[in-house]
């Protein structure tokens, strides 16, 4: 045992992360980008390959109590697929490996694969490979994925500049707000095993959670488009940790705007029954897998009118920090709580 010890918990995640980046040395120039984006950049020929990888652990990422198990297939592409679309790349190739304890049969395994091809089909990637062992605890499965862009095509989180447009897809919030009825539900349900749980009028939120889409869409529409955003990550651990990020590798600041921020009715009001603050949830709720990404000004008037896309504010310097105007007119400084893993 090392003499001095220190708790995971007090780096966090990114702390961690960074850490163990202090001793990685890039040895080959095709690596363009190492640790530090949604996905590595590695130069091939004319164009480049984007590589990212995520893992998920039952009871951790999921619970197989309320995920079924096509879902939890679905998912584990799908998440990936997010990571390769906020390099503004197209994916192309997936690996799958799992390990499995003896809790699961064929069908079972078949249930997970029926998941994971439905999201192949749909993102339009071929699976090519991956492992699969045995695990002592629950199901485990690491995706990696592969996505092609041109060199001058790809959205780093480091290009943003000051006075380019924030921009959001979609609506926040939802995921976690799914996770927090799911939870109820269950333990509802472990109270009392009789009563039939009605999800029917949470079906977005729920959907959201289990079943969460990557937005292809719009990287296929940026391209129609040609617009190349100038910054760009997805949105898996919460909006204003994901700011904090690009903040920090473009080396600006930021300013959003409350009434701008995206939230969909039924997660508004499912929030309000939970007795959770809306803003809070789309500010820091985690999952939700959509687009964080700045455009030059000179992109806005193609965009303006997209009923997709939502412009919550612009960068700044980085010396001005990072904002937050309320509807009552306030700045408040924005924190990262972000979704904690430790
Ligand atoms: P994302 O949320 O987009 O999947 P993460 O926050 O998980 O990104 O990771 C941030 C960066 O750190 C990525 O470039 C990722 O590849 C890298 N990374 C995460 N964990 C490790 C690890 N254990 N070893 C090396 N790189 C890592
Ligand atoms: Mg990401």
New binding site residues.
Partial sequence: MPENRTEISELG??GL?ER??QD?ILRNPSTLKG??????VIEAGDHVKVV???LLIEGVHFDLSYAPLTHVGFKAVAVNVS?IA?MNAIPTQITVSIALSNRFSVEAVEDLYAGINAACEHYGVDLVGGDTTASRGGLVISVTAIGEAQKDQVSYRSGAKVNDILCVTGDLGSALIGLQILEREKQVYLANPDMKPDLEKYDVVTGRQLKPDARMDIIHELREMDIVPTSM??V??GLASEIFHICKASNVGALIYEDKLPIDKQTFDTAVELNLDPITCVLNGGEDYELLFTIDQKDFAKLEKHPDIHFIGHMTKAEEGKFLVTKSGTAVQLKAQGWKHF
């Fill in positions: 995640e990114f992360i163990l980046n990685v640790i530090g984006d949604d996905a590595a990212t990888t995520d990571d906020a990550m997805d898996s651990d």
